[in-house]
């Protein structure tokens, strides 16, 4: 599996950083996770391209991570394209249906599926993915990609050893930890500095106590969802979380692909 950050900034996005979305590619099968603003233009810079997606997952939607759904569509119909599927949590309909009241002249010009989903295994695009509900200002999933153990998922609903957990817009909290125990890679929301007094977001050391206190065996960490507060302060970022968490821990960067 191949793993493409296109976004990884905020509701604030800087020059560098664009809003949420990341590409899932396996064997042929592609998959966009969230679509914020700036996420179209990454996906042409990453050489795949619009044309080459038919399906997007959302964690939930907020903004920042939906903005560029729309562009999305029509960049697709335009280029002549027929289907899009996009599959989200309870709400997602509507939010569609109401973007298309919007720009009506986009309505039914491709057959367009919107499908729901919750806490419990599915698929996507090819991809075997489980959802596990965070912690943040809105209801919102972090998802599980990778083959889905039936043991494991009847015992607690995780996916198997290996593979990739991507864990949306969340406070840190053991539970979301345990939910990636045994992946390969996790992409976590650490969107400020230890100074910052936030809700919904973490901060480095709130993520290492929670990466520590779950005892989670965690390939890889991937630092994302980062505002503009966090320039310059990526090394004293990952010495907060070291000191109390020693996994390895990296910043992602905006079309940064990762192979697993």
Not at 74 to 97: C, I, M, Q, S
Not at 169 to 194: R, W
Request: charged content about 25%; proline content about 3%.
């Amino acid at each position: 599996m191949r793993v493409t950050f296109l976004g990884t900034g905020s509701a604030m996005p800087t020059g560098e950083r664009y809003q949420t979305g990341v590409l899932l590619e396996d064997d042929g099968r592609r998959l966009l996770v969230d679509c914020g603003s700036g996420v179209l233009h990454r996906l042409q810079q990453s050489g795949v391209g619009y044309e080459a997606v038919s399906s997007v997952l959302l964690t939930h939607h907020h903004l920042d991570h939906v903005s560029d759904l729309m562009a999305l569509l029509k960049a697709r119909w335009l280029a002549g394209e027929e289907h899009l599927e996009v599959v989200g949590p309870a709400g997602t309909k509507d939010l569609l249906d109401g973007l298309l009241d919007v720009h009506d002249y986009l309505q039914d010009r491709m057959d367009l599926r919107v499908r729901e989903v919750g806490e419990h295994a599915f698929e996507v695009a090819g991809f075997e993915v489980e959802a596990f509900e965070t912690r943040h200002s809105m209801p919102c999933l972090a998802y599980r990609f990778g083959e889905v153990s039936e043991s494991n998922s009847e015992a607690r609903g995780t996916s198997s050893r290996g593979g990739f957990v991507f864990g949306a817009d969340s406070e840190a909290f053991e539970g979301l930890a345990n939910f990636a125990d045994g992946c390969e890679v996790l992409a976590h929301d650490c969107s400020f500095p230890d100074e910052v007094d936030v809700d919904n977001h973490p901060t480095p050391t709130q993520l290492g106590r929670a990466l520590a206190d779950s005892g989670a065996d965690i390939g890889r960490v991937f630092l994302t969802h980062l505002y503009p507060h966090t320039e310059g302060r990526h090394e004293e970022m990952l010495d907060s979380i070291g000191t109390v968490y020693d996994g390895d821990v990296r910043f992602a960067e905006d079309l940064r692909t990762v192979e697993l």
